[in-house]
């Protein structure tokens, strides 16, 4: 009898962390970009595997931006990034680096997505 109490409180706890994981809220942290009193530029790497992480960067306004992708995801999915506001739309090689320098010169909330527009991510200039 105890043994089916905790089967069943295993399982319900389960349940719950499942549906925790699809439709909770998942609070991701916003990285900032480090920006060094003497450095003229900032650099944020943005892993990119099932989504991009972080998914919202904060950069500072006025100093010269590059966002370093590192796509791991093997799906044509994640393949493109694309930022409309910035004309941005450039394809990301999978297990490299590749440099997207992004203006910095505006303050604002810049969205950027995969090419499908499945995957969102965006960029803070403040
Ligand atoms: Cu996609």
New binding site residues.
Partial sequence: MMIKILVLLIAVLLIAAIIWWFFGRHQEKAVAADVSADSQDQKVKVEVNGGYSPSTIVLKKGVPAELDFYRKDP?S??ERVVFPDMGINEKLPQNQLHQIKVDTSKAGEYEF???????HGKVIVK
């Fill in positions: 799906s999915c994640l997505a995969c090419g499908m527009n499945m995957f």
